[in-house]
């Protein structure tokens, strides 16, 4: 079971944390993705991080403002987005793989959480 958290309002340019936590000892068997889906849009991969947390991948829109890690001791995955742009606003879920792909699609992936809605203002 994952549970996103951290969405929010914020203005252009501002910084925003998401959080996603897992329930279960087997947290470290899952690469760990965040996805986002805007108003009328489909879904998106935005970023993807390996079972240990030492690879990361990111799509454009996300390369250099956001990051992507996890704390496996907690099981905890996290997603901080910097310099937020109106385009940025979305519903964001995570999501837990068992297999490990640089540009995942949504369908990749097992488990989801509920989504946390992101929303930039200009």
């Known amino acids: 079971q994952l549970q996103a958290s951290g969405g929010g309002l914020v203005q252009a340019g501002g910084s925003l944390r998401l959080s996603c936590g897992a329930s279960?000892?087997?947290?470290?068997?899952?690469?760990m993705g965040w996805f986002r889906q805007a108003p009328g849009k489909e879904r998106e991969f935005v970023a993807v991080?390996?079972?240990?947390?030492?690879?990361?991948s990111y799509a454009d829109s996300a390369k250099g403002r956001f990051t992507i890690s996890r704390d496996n001791a907690k099981y905890m995955v996290y997603l901080q987005m910097n310099s937020l742009k109106p385009e940025d606003t979305a519903v964001y879920y995570c999501a837990a793989s068992t297999y490990w792909k640089n540009r995942p699609f949504g369908f990749e992936y097992n488990y989801w959480g509920q989504g946390t809605l992101v929303t930039v203002s200009s």
């Open positions: 991080v390996n079972w240990r947390g030492d690879t990361t």
């Open positions: 279960g000892p087997t947290f470290s068997n899952y690469v």
